[in-house]
C-alpha cells in the first residue's frame, strides 16, 4: 500500500513536471506513460516466464473486447482525467481528490452488484467528501 502510494505520488509529481517543461498535453503525457508501463509490464511477464499464458489469458474468447473497454475507462480515461486536474490545479489537491476513488465505488457496487453499503461505508464516505470540500475551499 504504501510503495504504490508513493509511486503514485511520484508519478503524478514527475508528470506535471514534464507538462510543464514541455507542453505535453495530459493525454499525451497519459499516452506515454501507458506506453511506458505496457512496455514494463510484457518485460516483465516474459523475464519472469509468464509471457505465454498472459497473452493466452488476454486472448482467451471475449476478453480482448473487456480489456478494451476496461482500458478505455480506467487507465486512459482515469489517468488521463487525473493528469489533466494535475495540469489545472495543485499537484497535493488534484491527488486528494484522486483519493476519493473508493468513495466513488460504492455507488457503482450498488448498481452494478446490488450490494448494500454498511453504514460505517457511507459514514466513511460522507467523512471523506467532508474532509475533501474543506481542502479544496481554501
Known amino acids: 500500500g504504501v510503495a504504490a502510494a508513493t509511486g503514485q505520488a511520484a508519478g503524478l509529481v514527475l508528470s506535471k513536471g514534464v507538462m510543464t517543461d514541455t507542453g505535453l498535453s495530459p493525454l499525451a503525457t ?3 506513460r ?3 508501463g505496457a512496455v514494463l509490464v510484457w518485460a516483465l511477464a516474459v523475464a519472469s516466464g509468464r509471457g505465454r499464458a498472459m497473452l493466452g489469458a488476454a486472448t482467451a474468447p471475449g476478453i480482448p473486447l473487456a480489456i ?6 480506467g ?3 482515469g489517468m488521463w ?3 489533466y486536474a494535475v495540469a ?3 499537484t497535493a489537491v488534484a491527488a486528494t ?3 476519493l476513488v473508493p468513495v466513488m465505488i460504492i455507488p457503482l457496487v450498488v448498481v452494478l452488484h446490488r450490494e448494500r ?3 460505517r461505508a457511507v459514514l466513511g464516505a460522507l467523512l471523506a467528501i467532508g474532509g475533501v470540500a474543506l481542502l479544496v475551499s481554501r
Do not use: D
Open 30 to 32: 497519459a499516452s506515454i
Open 81 to 83: 482525467l487525473s493528469l
Open 97 to 99: 481528490l484522486m483519493a
Open 88 to 90: 489545472h490545479t495543485e
Open 68 to 73: 478494451v473497454a476496461a482500458t478505455a475507462v
Open 75 to 77: 487507465p486512459v480515461g
Open 34 to 36: 501507458m506506453a511506458a
Open 117 to 119: 453499503p454498511t453504514a
